[in-house]
């Protein structure tokens, strides 16, 4: 990331409008979330972040609080980067910055969803984030029409980022071991898919695959698309009812799949 770039808390009037206008401008159709209500939020124990470049916010993350079960936590809603500063690093560092911010208010977990078959955001996620997935939502948001979404169901993974925790702070490494058991993938006409059935070891490391880049395959062939989307929704459901939890994104150099790490979740320190 380029040293132009000043990451800050974002509290007032004004930068709720800024923050409102960038995410209709990176959701274009979709709107953005109204400044009255986010300046309602940050000041009852939300949070907002931005990303500044020479006085233009070109990046942001905004939460609100949550509670359920008698357990308060940060609901980490949306983050959005203007699509000329991407890859830069500025993901990285707005979450980096939120965490900070929600330690100091007083929070020890965050939550956020995130379509699981898109890669890069799992990657940041829970390899480089070190947040945890043991929740499948089935068609979250209901149909869309936004370019990212349109035409498939919008599962997404909810995370668990244990801001407090063993396994975030000291990034206890978890390498993938040799007995590590690879979910089969079968050869296709339009290219590698998940067999019809999987029979699931009840015990140790299981990788499973996901495409490497999910986005060309639903430009390209969207009866695919939805192949990957129902197998790999059946997978992670029955892994997640067996005690597993996403820890990891495994990516591969060259391959057409990436594979997410999975292990039972009473062996992580969270």
């Known amino acids: 990331m ?12 004004e930068e709720m409008k800024q923050m409102q206008q960038l995410e ?3 959701w274009q159709g979709e709107g ?21 470049s020479q006085g233009e916010l070109v990046g942001f993350s905004y939460s609100f609080p949550g509670f359920k079960g008698g357990k308060t936590y940060l609901c980490s809603h949306n983050m959005g980067i203007h699509p000329e500063f991407r890859d830069k ?9 939120q965490k900070e911010e929600a330690a100091l208010i007083g929070y020890d977990m965050l939550t956020w969803t995130y379509d699981p078959l898109e890669t890069r955001n799992g990657y940041l996620n829970l390899s480089k984030l070190s947040a945890i997935c043991s929740t499948y939502i089935e068609n979250c948001y209901g149909d869309s029409e936004d370019e990212f979404n349109a035409g498939l169901p919008t599962d997404r993974f909810k995370v668990e980022w244990w801001i407090q925790s063993r396994h975030v702070n000291e990034r206890i490494p978890t390498p993938v071991r040799d007995d590590a058991y690879y979910i089969p993938l079968e050869d296709s006409k339009s290219g590698p898919v998940l067999a019809d059935e999987v029979k699931l070891p009840e015990n140790g490391q299981i990788l499973v695959p996901v495409p490497a ?15 990957w989307r ?16 996403a820890i990891s ?19 992580l320190q969270i």
């Open 230 to 245: 129902l197998k790999t929704r059946a997978v992670f459901q029955q892994l997640f009812q067996n005690g597993y939890a």
């Open 32 to 52: 953005g979330i109204p400044a009255h209500q986010t300046i309602t939020a940050v000041q009852n124990g939300g949070l907002a972040i931005g990303a500044y």
């Open 89 to 97: 690093g500025i993901g990285a560092s707005l979450k980096t910055r």
């Open 24 to 26: 209709e401008f990176i």
């Open 2 to 13: 380029t040293s132009t770039i000043e990451i800050r808390v974002l509290s007032s009037n």
């Open 213 to 227: 880049a999910f986005q060309t395959i639903k430009q390209e062939d969207m009866k695919l698309a939805l192949d």
């Open 249 to 267: 994104l495994e990516r591969s150099e060259e391959g057409p799949v990436h594979h997410y790490l999975l292990v039972k979740r009473s062996e």
